[in-house]
């Protein structure tokens, strides 16, 4: 007896629903792809429901026509925006290192002349007669000079080393006869020098036994005292004792700041 369920219609019915299936399938894909949006604008929350919709309906065949290649649907992703190169950045200009400037002074005066020194503590070990003509006791930066008044201040330069002084003393006697007009105090000489100091003899050691050197000077204030407010003059000369009323003229030097 025949069966009630004839295969080939079965079979047909089969191939129908397989086909309405995959009609509904392609329907759904077409409809998720008109929904893309363009490059320039975001995607919208509907586009990845859609596609689960075209998941879900290809599983469906599947399992109807599972003889049937199975219809797949692509993951749609949103068009990638193109990218866009940034703007090239110069590079800062580096600044050219700033040249030290000189800067121009005025000053009393300026000159050169030899320099000794002297160590003036009033305990007779240096041929010293006692306290400095100003008061002072003798400290570093103080100077001996022949004429120029007492307090006078100023400042040597030797081999492009520099030390201030204040004028504390007269001196140096029978040497500034010979050009030495300058008596520095004992431990300045040793700077400039590349010597030491002696503390027991009052002298300055391993420099090499210099004891004259070639300085240049420069007056920066005149003292008010007594002496000559002018290129320095022997002890001799006697002008440590009178009033200068005509010193010289202010000049200007360049010096570095």
């Known amino acids: 007896m025949p069966s009630s ?4 219609k079965t079979a047909r019915k089969t191939r129908y629903a397989v086909a309405g299936l995959i009609g509904a399938g392609l329907l759904a894909s077409a409809a998720a ?14 586009v990845p429901a859609a596609g689960a919709r075209v998941a879900a309906v290809t599983e469906q065949v599947a399992a109807v026509a599972p003889e049937s290649a199975p219809v797949r649907a692509a993951a749609l ?4 925006a193109p990218e866009q190169a940034a703007p090239e950045q110069a590079a800062p200009e580096k600044a050219a290192p700033a040249k030290p400037q000189q800067v121009t002074k005025t000053v009393m005066l300026k000159g050169h002349t ?3 020194y002297f160590w003036d503590d009033s305990s007779g070990r240096a041929g ?6 100003s008061g002072k006791p003798m400290q570093k930066g103080m100077i001996a000079s022949p004429s120029w008044p007492l307090f006078t201040e100023g400042y040597v330069i030797y081999k492009g080393k520099k030390a201030k002084f204040f004028v504390g003393d007269r001196g140096p006697g029978v ?8 008596d520095l105090d ?4 040793a700077d400039l020098t590349g010597g030491t100091f002696n503390p027991d003899t009052l002298g300055v050691d391993g420099n090499g036994g210099e004891g004259h050197i070639k300085v240049d000077y420069v007056i920066t204030k005149w003292g008010d005292g007594p002496g000559k407010k002018n290129h320095p003059v022997p002890f001799s000369a006697g002008a440590w004792n009178k009033r200068d009323s005509d010193p010289a003229k202010p000049v200007q030097i360049t010096v570095k700041p």
Do not use: C, E, N, Q
């Open 186 to 189: 004992a431990k300045t000489f």
């Open 114 to 116: 030899k320099a000794s």
């Open 77 to 80: 992703k949103p068009a990638a």
């Open 33 to 46: 792809v008109a929904a893309l949006p363009s490059a320039d604008h975001d995607v919208p929350a509907a």
């Open 5 to 8: 369920l004839d295969p080939r």
């Open 175 to 182: 040497p500034s006869s010979s050009g030495v007009m300058i």
């Open 128 to 133: 010293d007669t006692g306290l400095p003509a």
